[in-house]
């Protein structure tokens, strides 16, 4: 059973980076791609990208530029980056699993979710 | 950019069928899933490929998708059952996400 753990800081700066980083464990990053999602409190979901375990990505448009996701198969992990945060950037974020882009790309496993809080 | 419409709250009494709708452009040219979130929880995927149950995703719940809308149907609704619902769809290559329906058990 693959699990996946979030880790980063709870606390970014405005105008500063958040970077979280997803650790996969009981199952291989390789032939999957990996998403980040999250969740602003008391809201719904919003996609933020994902990453291929070749290295190929996308991202959401509506965060245009500032989403960098990048993956280390080496040692089972992927991270993201978002620049520029501002205090709409505050919510829960979850990485997860999928195994495509069309038939096969419901997201069959979730990590349990970090808080970010972007404040001064 | 594309968008999935789902009623923001369905109400049904425990033992009847509830049904969630998604609407989206041509959304049945494309696969849409379900997901259950309960609070504090990750989501759970309930509906995979339009119609298709995970295993031990009890077989009350069912999909369908046709059209401009995808539907989460759930029968003999339990309490249970009472958590948000989002259905997802790809559409070139962007993960899209309803805006979610809290369906109410009551």
């Known amino acids: ?120 | 950019s594309y968008e999935l419409t789902q009623p923001p709250s369905v109400s049904v009494s425990p033992g009847q069928t509830a049904s969630i709708t998604c609407s989206g452009d041509r959304l049945g040219d494309k696969y849409a899933c379900w997901y259950q979130q309960k609070p504090g929880q990750s989501p759970v995927v309930v509906i995979y490929q339009d119609t298709k149950r995970p295993s031990g995703i009890p077989e009350r719940f069912s999909g369908s998708n046709s059209g401009n809308t995808a539907t989460l149907t759930i029968s003999g609704t339990q309490p249970m059952d009472e958590a948000d619902y989002y259905c997802q769809a790809w559409d070139s290559s962007t993960g899209v996400f309803g805006g979610g329906t809290k369906l109410t058990v009551l």
């Open chain 1, 1 to 120: 059973q693959v699990q996946l753990q979030e880790s980063g800081p709870g606390l970014v700066k405005p105008s500063e980076t958040l970077s979280l980083t997803c650790t996969v464990s009981g199952g291989s990053i390789s032939s999957y791609y990996w998403s980040w999602i999250r969740q602003p409190p008391g809201k719904g979901l919003e996609w933020i990208g994902y990453i291929y375990y070749s290295g190929s990505t996308n991202n959401n448009p509506s965060l245009k530029s500032r989403v960098t996701i990048s993956i280390d198969t080496s040692k089972k992990q992927f991270s993201l980056r978002l620049s520029s945060v501002t205090a709409a950037d505050t919510a829960v974020y979850y990485c997860a699993r999928h195994r495509g882009l069309s038939d096969y790309g419901n997201f069959d496993s979730w990590g349990q979710g970090t808080l970010v809080t972007v404040s001064s």
